[in-house]
């Protein structure tokens, strides 16, 4: 594997970390608002967050590949209301995205077909993710007009959740 794919990878698991610890930062600040139902999926996702750095992480390790451990940066926490909570997913997923095509550019420029291959999987990944949060954004956007809404939302959410 060609370094540049190396560290790529390596900054991917820092990458997948961080969005670990944001969204359980998203699901403190729902708990602590009482809507446990969001905490509770904000939970799941970073669980699944979680999952996606071991995954990469495997494919370093099945390839014979160096690990690089990187400091993983504390998150904003200063979300004025749900929506804004929402937005910071959605956007921060985007930029995942962008990590995501960045790695399968130079795997497509150094004929590296292994992690090409390996990164498919995360680009269809990614559009769920993107998908699930603009859904979820959509559903509360109701939300400053009917607090209702957002309760059944929040009681939808939780049945979800482990
Ligand atoms: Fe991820
Ligand atoms: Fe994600």
Excluded at 13 to 29: D, G, K, R, V
Excluded at 58 to 83: C, F, G, M, S
Excluded at 149 to 154: R, S
Aim: glycine share 2%; proline share 1%.
């Amino acid at each position: 594997m060609e370094q540049k794919i190396n560290e790529l990878l390596n900054t991917q698991i820092n990458h997948e970390f961080y969005s670990a610890y944001l969204y359980f930062a998203m699901s403190t600040y729902f708990s602590e608002i009482n809507m446990d139902g969001f905490a509770k999926y904000m939970k799941k996702q970073a669980k699944e967050e979680l999952s996606h750095a071991q995954k990469i992480y495997d494919h370093l390790i099945l390839r014979n590949e160096k690990i690089t451990y990187k400091r993983i940066e504390a998150p904003d926490t200063d979300w004025v209301n749900p929506q804004d909570v929402l937005d910071n997913a959605l956007k921060h997923e985007e930029f995942i995205t962008s990590q995501i095509f960045e790695i399968a550019k130079a795997a497509k420029e150094a004929n590296d077909f292994a992690t090409k291959n390996f990164i498919n999987w995360f680009i269809e990944e990614q559009l769920e993710e993107e998908d699930k949060f603009r859904k979820l954004k959509e559903k509360i956007k109701a939300f400053d007009e009917c607090s209702c809404t957002i309760e059944a939302i929040n009681r939808e959410l939780d049945k979800d959740g482990e």
